[in-house]
């Protein structure tokens, strides 16, 4: 159908469009992004209506299991789990987004520097980035976080430190190899403006890599953040975060299991999701 | 070739040092001294205790006797352990972590190929697409979660495996098989990719026709070719064994490395800490330059593409 249409009316379809309904025809790249959207929104509201808020104790109702009242159930200071998990969603989701957002400003930045300069100043910041990449970045990270001390922005600054390295190279990967194309020349022959070229040319050309790329730097940063709580690194009670509440949940899983399940069963799912899309992505921008 | 592997030596080594440097920054930064205790001391003193150890000496000095001192691998002694200096605690425990490490990677790296290649054979059916969501399952599974529910099904629950400690073979299954998922996934997955890939190329198909049996073309001629990425996967996966060990040596109470690692961020144990990032660093440029060098054994097209590339530039 598409096929069909595209052939007959060469201008029926934008290229947005022919990906959305290739998207579409990736069911699970689907689902998993109406599953994130519920996320966000649940993220969003759910701690605005709660009765309940995430840091209220109520030490007679400690380690409830899951109930009407508490759909989570409450944790060892009677806090409401449902509550704090939505709360915590906003926290993971946050680092995870922030982080990848920091990495794609650096990263452009970067590796289009070194794209576009080319020669020695291109050599240069790749070799740089070389040298900074082949570091164990989680190490470094905590032992950072370990002397600037624990807090939501010392985890972002941390985590972007050493996570654009993968975007400039893509970024530069990219520019390098669309740079050289017909169509740019053409542009450049016809008399484009610079910018022109770069907005109508380059950059929404170079965006497919650079989306799956952004895709999979988001679960990754989520992850860490988690891996950081769970060493006390992480953001400070009462706040928690996912990996907080799981790390809770850990030493009292066998009485209270629910404690541990709810949060570390949205890890996973958070996780599953942001991986099938930026793998449907990445199949559909190859193919 | 000699060049090549030269010039990743040189590379790796500077990457240490930039670890170096990075770790003696971060020691800088904390305020403080190590002499200011809940009593104060007298200043004459504090004073004297500075100068003894060094450090009221010009900060280039100070960070010149560091990398001396970083190179000969003294990192001098725990402060919350007392008596034990860095490098002996490192020795006593690496070999745990470095045992289970190894138990972890002949898991994931076997099962991996197997798994992939199996789902690669038959890709529209149930076999191929079973391996393939447990391959995306294993991914997304963060290694603490993973291990927390081994030790609770397998070891609390049914009681097949012992549930922490180290000791025998049985106790280290549950902490290898945490370790291992994950980087099985990834190569699994990989080995799918790369197969399905190899299996549409034309050598295969003369194979094919020559009446050759699919088992030895797969193990013969194609896996040869999906060696060397997997190879460049190899620095990668050792990572991720290692920053694994951390919370899975913890969960399990394994006396390894990982499981002081994440006391000493715990105690705050600066000289631990940085003693063990700098140590932990090394060994992972290391192996990355080892899979380095073995992907260039194995796929000689490398070599020649990089110096193609250098005659270029």
């Not at chain 1, 249409?5 to 201008?11: C, D, F, H, I």
């Not at chain 2, 919350?80 to 020795?91: D, E, L, P, T, Y």
């Not at chain 2, 097949?160 to 998922?181: D, E, N, Q, T, Y």
Request: net charge positive; charged share 10%.
């Amino acid at each position: 159908m598409t096929l069909y249409l595209a052939s007959k009316n060469p201008g029926a379809l934008s290229s947005s469009k022919k990906n959305w309904t290739k998207f579409k025809s990736h069911p699970l790249a689907y689902a998993s992004i109406v599953f994130l959207l519920l996320l966000g929104f649940c993220a969003l509201f759910i701690p605005i209506l709660s009765p309940y808020t995430y840091y209220d104790i109520n030490l007679s109702i400690k380690n409830q299991p899951p109930s009407l009242q508490h759909w989570f159930g409450t944790d060892d200071l009677g806090r409401d789990l449902f509550t704090r998990t939505w709360n915590g969603a906003r926290i993971s989701l946050f680092v995870g987004i922030a982080a990848a957002a920091i990495d794609l400003v650096l990263g452009m930045l970067w590796g289009g520097i070194a794209a576009l300069a080319g020669g020695k100043v291109d050599e240069m910041m790749m070799r740089l980035a070389d040298i900074l990449s082949a570091i164990p970045s989680l190490l470094m990270i905590i032992a950072l976080m370990v002397v600037i001390g624990p807090g939501l922005h010392t985890i972002i600054i941390a985590l972007s430190l050493f996570g654009w390295i993968t975007m400039a190279r893509v970024v530069r990967g990219q520019l390098l190899q669309i740079k050289h194309n017909g169509y740019v020349i053409a542009a450049k022959a016809l008399g484009a403006s610079f910018w022109r070229i770069l907005f109508k040319h380059l950059l929404p050309n170079s965006l497919g890599p650079i989306i799956v790329t952004l895709t999979l730097t988001i679960p990754s940063a989520i992850f860490t953040e988690a891996f950081l709580s769970y060493l006390g690194l992480g953001v400070q009670a009462p706040i928690a975060s996912w990996g907080t509440m799981a790390s809770e949940g850990l030493p009292a899983m066998e009485y209270y299991p629910w404690r541990l399940f709810f949060p570390s069963g949205l890890i996973c799912l958070t996780m599953l999701a942001f991986n099938t899309i930026g793998d449907s992505l990445s199949n559909m921008f190859d193919s | 070739m000699a060049l090549l592997i030269i010039r990743k030596l040189f590379y790796a080594c500077l990457s240490l040092v930039v670890v170096m440097t990075f770790t003696f920054l971060l020691m800088k930064m904390i305020p403080g001294d190590p002499f200011q205790q809940e009593q104060a001391l007298p200043s004459e003193i504090h004073q004297a205790l500075r100068s003894h150890y060094g450090l009221n000496d010009s900060f280039l000095k100070q960070y010149g006797r560091y990398l001396k001192q970083a190179t000969t691998f003294n990192f001098g002694s725990s402060l919350v352990h007392k008596g034990q200096s860095v490098s002996q605690i490192i020795r006593t425990s690496f070999p745990n972590s470095a045992l289970l490490g190894g138990e972890a990677l002949a898991l994931s790296i076997p099962l991996g190929l197997l798994f992939g290649i199996a789902a690669a054979l038959k890709p529209k059916k149930a076999q191929g697409s079973l391996i393939t969501c447990l391959a995306v399952l294993g991914i997304s599974v963060p290694s603490f979660i993973l291990a927390t529910l081994l030790q609770y099904i397998l070891g609390i629950k049914l009681g097949l495996f012992p549930i922490a400690r180290w000791g025998s073979m049985m106790h280290s299954f549950l902490p290898a098989l945490s370790l291992g998922f994950m980087p099985m996934a990834f190569i699994a997955r990989l080995t799918r990719t790369k197969m399905i890939e190899e299996l549409h190329q034309g050598y295969v198909t003369t194979a094919r026709a020559k009446g050759i049996p699919e088992i030895s073309i797969i193990a013969f001629h194609a896996l040869r070719n999906i060696l060397s990425p997997l190879f460049s996967f190899l620095g990668p996966l050792t990572a991720s064994i290692l920053t694994g060990s951390f919370i899975v040596e913890k969960i399990f109470s394994i006396p390894g490395l990982g499981y002081w690692f994440v006391s000493s961020v715990l105690n705050r144990d600066y000289p631990l800490i940085m003693g063990i990032t700098v140590f932990y660093c090394a060994i992972l440029l290391l192996t990355s330059l080892i899979a380095d060098i073995a992907c260039l054994f194995v796929n000689p097209r490398l070599t020649a593409a990089a110096l193609q590339e250098r005659e270029k530039s």
